[in-house]
């Protein structure tokens, strides 16, 4: 199994400083079709996760662009350039390339 | 737009089986896309259980494979989920979602089944 593994678990940061979010997968996540299945998912409170980031580095419509993905293999991070109060909540890396696993979640609040 | 809405009883007892269903508007589950059911306990983060294809054909999380059944229903655009022998542990936040290029496109709001006599 594919063992997804977040840092920090906890991230208070001061409203329009950066915040960075890290995920490591236990093994290669690129496809044989060359792609990387690697997404990133906010869930703010009482609400359904809402999908940020696909295949890495592609924003979801609607999504600000102050949000950003990067990363290759086993290796990826979400940056969100200047941190907003409409951003705390739980964010969650997931792979969808050896089947589906999400990470621990990392919950982003305001200091 | 797509969405999707989970249904089912709040509460179930021990032992006994959680039955869902999500009813899909604004897509065919006859698409190609796999429709999946992902839980989350209180206070705790995200677990795929599994994901159905409209020709029937499944996967299951190995964790939870030897109590989960999925079906789909095309006339009716739903899909299902049943967990048998249920306890304290399958208390949770049940999401139905469609996969979409290896990610989830879109959720339902979820639903919260408690497991309690």
């Known amino acids: 199994d594919v063992v997804m593994t977040q840092s920090p678990l906890s991230l208070p940061v001061t409203l329009g400083q950066p915040a960075s979010i890290s995920c490591r997968s236990s093994?290669?996540?690129?496809?044989?079709?060359?792609?990387?299945?690697l997404n990133w998912f906010q869930q703010r409170p009482g609400q359904s996760p809402r999908r940020l980031i696909y295949?890495?580095?592609n924003r979801d419509s609607g999504v600000p662009d102050r949000f950003s993905g990067s990363g290759s293999g086993t290796d990826f991070t979400l940056k969100i350039s200047r941190v907003e109060a409409e951003d705390v909540g739980v964010y969650y890396c997931m792979q969808g390339t050896h089947g589906y696993t999400f990470g621990q979640g990392t919950k982003l609040e305001i200091k | 737009q797509v969405q999707l809405q989970e249904s089912g009883p709040g509460q179930v007892k021990p032992s006994e089986t959680l039955s869902l269903t999500c009813s899909v508007s604004?897509?065919?589950?006859?698409?190609?896309?796999?429709w999946n059911w992902v839980r989350q306990p209180p206070g705790k983060g995200l677990e795929w259980i599994g994901e159905i294809y409209h020709s029937g054909s499944t996967n299951y999380n190995p964790s939870l494979k030897s109590r989960v059944t999925m079906s789909a229903d095309k006339s009716k655009n739903q899909f299902s989920l049943k967990l048998t022998s249920v306890t304290a542990a399958d208390t949770a936040v049940y999401y139905c979602?469609?996969?979409?290029?290896?990610?989830?496109?879109?959720w339902g709001q979820g639903t919260l089944v408690t497991v309690s006599s």
């Open positions: 979602a469609r996969e979409s290029e290896g990610s989830y496109d879109y």
């Open positions: 093994q290669s996540l690129v496809y044989n079709n060359g792609y990387t299945y």
């Open positions: 604004g897509a065919s589950i006859s698409s190609s896309n796999w």
């Open positions: 295949k890495v580095s």
